[in-house]
């Protein structure tokens, strides 16, 4: 390994200091992803880890060495969510105070488990980058340790552990290794830890395309902050690499590839459909790089599903947004004459094209429609793109004017 980097040694250790903290996730065969790809894929589920994500494991390594000084006035992080959690349960279990700063829009479920799991959480900013600056200024003026989300090598270590089970785990030799990547320590950890062990490995990042930070910076040869970011997975909406986490990619990892908003929604679905497996966004990014085939992928593969905590609502809304991209769930407005009949004259039409109407919304007022109109606005079932298509093809040349939601 390059001067500067995590070692194996560290993982290792960080991995004795875990025990009985953090659980071996289990390591599972894809037999859907498998014959999507017509190769072996396994999918290493730190979905199922204690906080319902792997930051329990850096967060844990890096707070419980602290010394006394440090453990008298507590740390601080802030967190989107995941490593909230994380820290709230590592400083809970080390008996040492946490502050949490979380975006004011944070969700509900991950404000809550991280009061759960013990921290004092304040909510400020529209977003990650707001709630960093004030914790910096909590650590600041009250001396408390600052855990940053990533760019530590303790931390580093801590998710490293993540690639030592997959090795061992593993029932042949692992060929590439796909990991959703926001600041980047989980992929600086299990890049250490698996070219150690398995020096022909591939490692494959997979950013959000509304939040790409590393191909810019690795195009620059420097870290480059964002100023811009919009994307569904907030755990790996990250403006910029840290200097660490940087060199680390830059050394270790042989390609990041992105994904799209629609694509992580279709890997979310298909998650929950086909593996029975509940993930966040940026859990599902990993799927979604593989669904698409992105990079050189060598089997056999394992995809890491970095987290499951995801606000219901916010997985209603994935879910059809998924299944819209994937041509299972139209909606869609058109106009009817405001009279007896109309309406079901259209639903009639739909359902001799094999469409299941599964919502229905009909206004008789408004900007949109003349006094002998009805706006109707639908929500429908469909079977794929071609039929959507076919859908708005048939209802058109009845007479109807269709137009996307």
């Given at each position: ?276 497996l509940v993930l966040e966004p940026s ?46 769930y139209f909606a869609f407005r058109t ?19 094999g469409a299941n109407v599964v919502g ?46």
């Amino acid at each position: 390994m390059a001067e500067g980097l995590v070692n194996i040694e560290q993982i290792e250790d960080a991995r004795k200091r875990l025990e009985g903290v953090a659980v071996q996730t289990p390591l599972d065969r894809s037999r859907a992803l498998s014959h999507h790809i017509d190769g072996s894929v396994f999918v290493k589920c730190e979905n199922l880890q204690r906080t319902g994500s792997f930051k329990i494991r850096g967060a844990y390594n890096r707070i419980s060495r602290l010394g006394p000084e440090a453990r008298s006035t507590g740390v601080v992080a802030a967190s989107a969510g995941n490593h909230a959690q994380g820290v709230a349960l590592a400083a809970s279990l080390s008996k040492i105070p946490s502050t949490v700063f979380m975006p004011a829009g944070a969700a509900l479920p991950k404000v809550e488990a991280t009061r759960r799991y013990g921290a004092e959480v304040h909510l400020t900013g529209k977003d990650f980058g707001a709630a960093f600056e004030a914790a910096v200024e909590h650590a600041q003026k009250t001396g408390a340790e600052f855990v940053h989300p990533f760019d530590h090598p303790h931390i580093i270590a801590g998710q490293g552990t993540v690639g030592c089970e997959i090795v061992e785990q593993m029932p042949e030799e692992v060929g590439t290794v796909v990991v959703p990547v926001g600041g980047g320590g989980l992929i600086s950890g299990i890049s250490v830890a698996v070219k150690s062990l398995r020096p022909s490995a591939r490692i494959i990042g997979v950013q959000a395309t509304g939040a790409a930070a590393f191909p810019v910076s690795l195009e620059a040869g420097k870290p480059v902050a964002l100023e811009d970011m919009s994307t569904i997975a907030d755990g790996i909406a990250a403006n910029c690499p840290g200097d660490m986490t940087y060199a680390h990619v830059e050394e270790l990892v042989d390609e990041v590839v992105c994904v799209t908003d629609e694509s992580i929604a279709q890997g979310l679905v298909y998650s929950a459909e086909r593996m029975k497996l509940v993930l966040e966004p940026s859990g599902a990014s990993g799927v979604a790089a593989v669904l698409e085939q992105l990079g050189d992928l060598r089997p056999p593969i394992v995809v890491v599903l970095s987290g499951g905590n995801i606000d219901p609502m916010l997985l209603l809304r994935v879910i059809r947004f998924g299944l819209s991209a994937s041509g299972r769930y139209f909606a869609f407005r058109t106009r009817i004459n405001d009279e007896p009949g109309a309406l079901a004259a259209l639903l009639a039409r739909i359902a001799e094209l094999g469409a299941n109407v599964v919502g229905v919304e009909h206004h008789r007022e408004g900007a949109r429609v003349q006094l002998d109109e009805v706006d109707v606005a639908l929500q429908v079932e469909t079977k794929g793109s071609p039929h959507i298509a076919e859908l708005v093809s048939e209802l058109g040349e009845a007479g109807y004017v269709v137009e996307r939601l």
